[in-house]
């Protein structure tokens, strides 16, 4: 009983995490146009997604511009467009698959290893799938952190972390944390010992010597 609420609670962290990648993919504000060292108080923000550029008036306009050419993008946002998209989509086969092995559906109760060992494949695929989305969110990450310290970029260039990003290190988080929560109901090995074979039992003595 134990084992089932465990393998629950791994599934639904997974599937938060998986809902929060999709959030975080979809959100503009991967990285925001950052004041320091700025005097000039500005009635706008900028900020940038995977998808497109926004800039957000004080009254509440906000004006976004989808990027129009693929090939005109850098490597680092086509490299975390395809890992996130390829988490999302690993997160949605995991789904299917540790559904099928969950202990409260009806599906292969006949063999129960068999229910487990499925469990145990989606709980694998929603490790590779957090592991897709971090490395997605990191490398975005350290890329924004090298333009920061760069001296070669303007003040007017430099960015900071955006809440997507923060969204996308929690999502990877929970996917990682309920994919090793199903994996934990991997079924233990059986150790089989050999039956024992039986003595056989002495005769009763029939009281008669013989020479």
Do not use: H
């Amino acid at each position: 009983m134990a084992n089932a609420g465990l393998q629950l609670l791994g599934f639904i962290l997974a599937f938060l995490g998986w809902i929060g990648s999709i959030v975080s993919t979809a959100l503009p504000q991967w990285k925001i146009y950052s004041y320091a060292n700025d005097n000039i108080v500005t009635a706008q923000a900028i900020y940038e997604g995977l998808w497109m550029s926004c800039v957000s008036q004080s009254t509440g306009q906000i004006q976004c511009k989808v990027f129009d050419s693929l090939l005109n993008l850098n490597s680092t946002l086509q490299a975390t467009r395809a890992l996130m998209v390829v988490g999302i989509l690993l997160g949605l086969i995991a789904i299917f698959v540790s559904t099928i092995g969950m202990k409260c559906m009806k599906c292969m109760e006949d063999d129960e290893v068999q229910k487990m060992r499925m469990a145990v494949i989606g709980g694998v695929i929603f490790l590779i799938s957090g592991l897709a989305i971090l490395v997605a969110t990191a490398w975005y990450g350290n890329r924004i952190v090298q333009e920061f310290y760069d001296p070669m970029t303007p003040v007017n260039a430099r960015y900071e972390f955006g809440q997507a990003l923060f969204t996308g290190w929690a999502a990877a988080s929970l996917c990682l944390l309920g994919g090793g929560l199903l994996c934990c109901s991997c079924p233990r090995k059986t150790t089989s010992y050999p039956t024992p074979r039986p003595y056989p039992k002495p005769t009763p003595s029939s009281g008669k010597d013989y020479v």
